[in-house]
């Protein structure tokens, strides 16, 4: 079974620019997550989609962040402007909805704001 | 806000001795699960225990779970280099769509 795709792997940008991640997740696996990590501490959840729409985010700070799951499989998120605070990995992961509840996350895609 | 806070920070060993991380969390949780990540493999899930259970073994790991104390530990034993990574602890809420809640993790080091 594939697992969580996501790309690109690295990513760096100046400050201000804009950037945009990629994340496929398991096939039949409803429920998609993206979390972002910054260096030396766990991953911190910024949205959360049940098929194409939305069940949380919260923590996502829209002035600058958005996401999309457009046809319920893949997703884009985007940073626009890009701030030095946002250098991290961005983890995306998905989960059988209805099914347990452990996540399966993909290798992140590790990102440097200048 | 992270929800767990793992104890210790890092901890080193040598292959063969056991390993022992805990894991505080604030909040009422459905269940508490341990993740290990390394730049090989990335965030993999190791374990997962319910919120009525209060012991699990997987293979080399162990995992207690007290909800009164609103802890957990993970326990490897005969450890190896290839444990070499940091761990994780993360609660669910069934409420939130089990969106986790990470801790800031314990990196292990294994030496041969």
């Known amino acids: 079974e594939a697992g969580v795709a996501q790309s690109p792997r690295y990513k760096i940008i100046e400050k201000r620019q804009s950037v945009a991640f990629w994340c496929n997740p398991i096939?039949?696996?409803?429920?998609l997550y993206w979390y972002q990590q910054i260096l030396g501490q766990g991953p911190k959840l910024l949205i959360q989609f049940q098929n194409n729409g939305v069940v949380d985010d919260s923590q996502l700070p829209k002035d600058r962040f958005s996401a999309e799951r457009l046809k319920g499989v893949d997703s884009t998120l985007k940073i626009q402007p890009a701030k030095l605070e946002d250098s991290a990995v961005y983890l995306c992961a998905s989960r059988i909805a209805g099914e347990g509840e452990t996540q399966y996350f993909g290798p992140g895609t590790r990102l440097l704001v200048l | 806000s992270q929800q767990g806070e793992e104890d210790p920070q890092a901890l080193s060993i040598q292959e063969g001795e056991n390993a022992t991380m805990n894991c505080s969390y604030k909040?009422?949780?459905?269940?508490l699960q341990w993740y290990r990540q390394n730049s090989g493999r990335g965030l993999v899930h190791l374990i997962l225990i319910r919120s009525n259970e209060r012991e699990k073994h997987s293979g080399r790991l162990r995992v207690t779970l007290d909800t009164s104390k609103k802890s957990s530990s993970l326990l490897i034993t005969a450890s190896r280099a290839a444990d070499t990574a940091s761990y994780f602890c993360a609660t669910g809420l069934s409420n939130s769509g089990y969106a986790l809640n990470f801790g800031k993790g314990t990196s292990l080091l294994v030496t041969p």
């Open positions: 096939s039949g696996h409803a429920t």
């Open positions: 909040t009422s949780i459905n269940n």
